[in-house]
């Protein structure tokens, strides 16, 4: 604060009087019920330690989650710098303890779950990778069995669904028919590639089932011809009508190839049937 003394002259020049300017202390010179600016107010406890820093600390990493080192400095830090004269309650001294105690024993759960969880996918990934190599061992052993049971066929009459007939040059074949419950005089129809019957051949005596019949000991009526026919099989039961019975496509198996891995057998000259599609295998 300013404060001015004014010298006074005897004949009270105006330019005889000069002001004289002294500096006094602003917290003694204070009016009564105002703060100088800076001071402190009374009653009022003035704080201890270092001023917190104006700027931004940096370097500090963010992360998401506290762990047990970081949680252990924070209660260290706690200890030392906590007031002499009022310690921290041994109560809250330990609950701190405990909950950090909790905090490791979780930490060392999550590590030990991670572990196992890793573990048991290793575990299933090599279960997944047996299992396919056992799966294609286990095809491959298919195939070289069925290969070889395909290559045992081979001179044999194969059965199969279907109404073909092979007739050879001595005039022998083979057909097979289940009449089911019919019973009486069976007859055979040959069938050209145009759907004409050129023969037929009564058969002896059907007793239902499943059949066989020699085409070299039937009576043909014309004679047949070698090649490769489609045929029917009829039954009449005490002199009725013709019925037709189910039919089977059989043959002598003459070969075998490979298509895609599966074995295919040839019946007669040309007809090919997957070794999976035989039904029987006749002497």
């Not at 085409?215 to 011809?225: D, F, N, V, Y």
């Not at 075998?256 to 040309?270: C, F, H, V």
């Given at each position: ?24 202390d602003p917290q003694s010179a204070a009016p009564t019920g ?95 990778a047996l299992a396919t190599s056992q799966s294609e061992r ?113 043959g002598r198996i003459t070969g075998m190839r490979y298509e ?24």
């Amino acid at each position: 604060m300013i404060t001015a003394t004014r010298n006074v002259a005897s004949a009270f020049d105006p330019n005889t009087i000069k002001p004289t300017y002294a500096t006094t202390d602003p917290q003694s010179a204070a009016p009564t019920g105002v703060t100088p600016t800076g001071a402190t107010p009374p009653g009022a406890t003035p704080p201890v330690g270092t001023a917190e820093p104006s700027t931004k600390l940096s370097g500090l990493s963010k992360t998401s989650a506290m762990g047990q080192d970081e949680f252990l400095k924070m209660l260290v830090a706690q200890l030392k710098n906590q007031d002499p004269l009022n310690p921290m309650d041994g109560k809250d001294m330990a609950a701190q303890l405990a909950q950090f105690s909790s905090v490791e024993q979780l930490i060392t759960m999550n590590k030990s779950m991670a572990a196992q969880t890793a573990s048991a996918s290793q575990t299933a990934d090599a279960i997944t990778a047996l299992a396919t190599s056992q799966s294609e061992r286990a095809d491959n052993l298919a195939q070289l069995i069925e290969g070889q049971m395909a290559m045992g066929t081979v001179g044999k009459i194969g059965v199969t669904l279907g109404n073909t007939t092979f007739v050879d040059k001595t005039g022998n074949g083979t057909v097979v028919v289940d009449s089911g419950t019919q019973k009486g005089v069976g007859r055979i129809s040959m069938i050209d590639d145009k759907g004409r019957t050129i023969s037929s051949a009564n058969v002896g005596e059907v007793k239902g089932g499943q059949m066989s019949f020699e085409l070299g000991s039937c009576t043909w009526t014309p004679p047949l011809t070698p090649g490769k026919y489609t045929y029917k099989f009829e039954v009449a039961t005490d002199g009725g009508p013709w019925q037709a019975a189910k039919t089977y496509t059989a043959g002598r198996i003459t070969g075998m190839r490979y298509e895609s891995g599966n074995p295919i057998l040839i019946i007669g000259d040309a007809l090919s049937v997957p070794m999976s599609q035989l039904t029987q295998v006749r002497a």
